[in-house]
């Protein structure tokens, strides 16, 4: 039984340092790349200026509307790197070119320990309506969390 209380300290325990928190200045964020979400939908960012701020492409795999839905550009903007470490945050702005409506973006990317890169992000998508009235059904809040694929 000794044997077998150490063997489940030793697993809890190396469960805890898998999945803890990467201490300040560990792994490095990088948001170039191909990301896919858990709906399927694909985003590409390029390279990111000195500025921080980037431009790329976002593929939906959902949309609310029956016209065909087709790859729409994104803008960006990435803060430094804080004193907390190397996950920093950014947004993105997409102008979808199927529909009349924009959906801006904004998320903190995180590395585990492994070195998987994750985009935890929310957004605010604002639908164009015919007047005012009609603005309590044009607005849409969501959250997604992107992986990468390349």
């Known amino acids: 039984a000794l044997y077998c209380s150490h063997a489940l300290v ?5 469960q805890a340092a898998l999945l803890a928190p990467l201490p300040p200045y560990g792994l ?3 948001l170039q790349g191909l990301w896919r979400n858990e709906l399927g939908s694909n ?7 000195v ?8 593929q939906t795999a ?3 509307t029956n016209k065909q839905i087709l790859v729409s550009p994104l ?11 190397q996950q920093p945050t950014f947004g993105f702005t997409v102008q979808w070119q ?4 924009t959906t801006v973006f904004v998320g903190q990317c995180f590395v585990d320990r492994r070195g998987k890169e994750t985009l935890e992000m929310a957004w605010l998508l604002r639908e164009e309506v015919p007047s005012r009235k009609d603005t309590w059904k044009a607005i849409r809040v969501g959250t997604n969390v992107f992986t990468r694929v390349k």
């Open 10 to 14: 030793l697993v809890t325990s190396l």
């Open 28 to 30: 490095p964020c990088d």
């Open 43 to 49: 985003m590409t960012i390029s390279a990111l200026d």
């Open 51 to 58: 500025a921080g701020t980037f431009s790329g492409s976002y």
């Open 62 to 64: 959902v949309a609310v």
């Open 75 to 85: 803008q960006g903007a990435q803060q430094p790197p804080g004193t907390k470490g």
């Open 98 to 101: 199927f529909a009349d409506s």
